[in-house]
């Protein structure tokens, strides 16, 4: 079965840095795009990033465009987000999702908590 696990979260300050990682098995990970999501408390979950499956092409929403980079390792199954520049309301549960859009696989998600 489709098994997505995050890690990498953790307590930050404002303009530090942080890099999560996705391992993903059950599936043939390099036949998908793959995706970060977050879940700040109180707001719905919004896309943070997506990537195909070869790598190529990546999006962003805006309020990280120049801060996050997502990659990926396609010989280990594995999705990164490298977040740099952090701000307060970057704290959210950051969730990877199987798909460029979802397709309703998520891991359990990882804490970011950037506060001073």
């Known amino acids: 079965q489709v098994q997505l696990v995050e890690s990498g979260g953790g307590l930050v300050q404002p303009g530090g840095s942080l890099r999560l990682s996705c391992s993903a098995s059950g599936f043939p990970f390099i036949g998908y795009a793959m995706s970060w999501y977050r879940q700040a408390p109180g707001k719905e979950r919004e896309l943070v990033a997506a990537?195909?499956?070869?790598?190529?092409?990546?999006k962003y929403v805006d309020s990280v465009k120049g801060r996050f980079t997502i990659s990926r390792d396609n010989f280990k199954n594995t999705m990164y987000l490298q977040m740099n520049n952090l701000k307060p309301e970057d704290t959210a549960v950051y969730y990877c999702?199987?798909?460029?859009?979802?397709?309703?696989?998520w891991g359990q998600g990882t804490q970011v908590t950037v506060s001073s």
């Open positions: 999702s199987q798909g460029w859009v979802t397709t309703g696989y």
């Open positions: 990537i195909t499956s070869d790598g190529a092409i990546t």
